[in-house]
């Protein structure tokens, strides 16, 4: 699939595919670096590799680099996957003390989210699980 945004708004997710053989991921593409990345970060400025702990143990911790970005993001959309899983509340409850609303929803929709919100100029981050 490809997902088209403005440019000029930072990494743009462009497409993302699942494959047996390698696992798929989420092809971004941010000025003229283009990759693929199987799990990712993602704020206005800067995409990474994320390896991330397995759902039902994730701390803020995980995100502590991402969820720190000036100005406070306003909320983060936690793709978890090939299916939508409720993160543990303990997670949401700690993102949610900094100010941040939590969002999440399969690793798919978070990246069609991603384009469509930082397309309107909304200042969040995303952490994609693989697919």
């Not at 997902?3 to 971004?28: H, L, N, Q």
């Not at 000025?31 to 990712?40: E, H, I, P, Q, T």
């Not at 969820?67 to 409720?86: K, N, S, V, W, Y």
């Not at 399969?106 to 930082?118: E, M, P, T, Y």
């Amino acid at each position: 699939m490809r997902i088209d945004a403005e440019r000029g708004a930072g990494p743009i997710i462009t497409g993302f595919s699942r494959s047996e053989v390698s696992g798929g991921g989420f092809k971004v593409e941010a000025g003229s670096f283009k990759g693929v990345y199987r799990a990712l970060t993602i704020s206005p400025d800067a995409v990474a590799e994320w390896s991330p702990p397995p759902l039902d143990m994730i701390g803020a911790d995980a995100l502590a680099a991402l969820l720190a970005i000036d100005p406070r993001p306003e909320f983060l959309l936690l793709g978890t996957g090939a299916t939508m899983q409720r993160p543990p509340p303990a997670f949401v409850r700690a993102v949610e003390a900094l100010g941040i609303g939590v969002e999440a929803m399969d690793s798919r929709a978070a990246a069609r989210a991603w384009a469509v919100l930082r397309g309107e100029g909304r200042w969040v981050v995303g952490a994609l699980y693989p697919l």
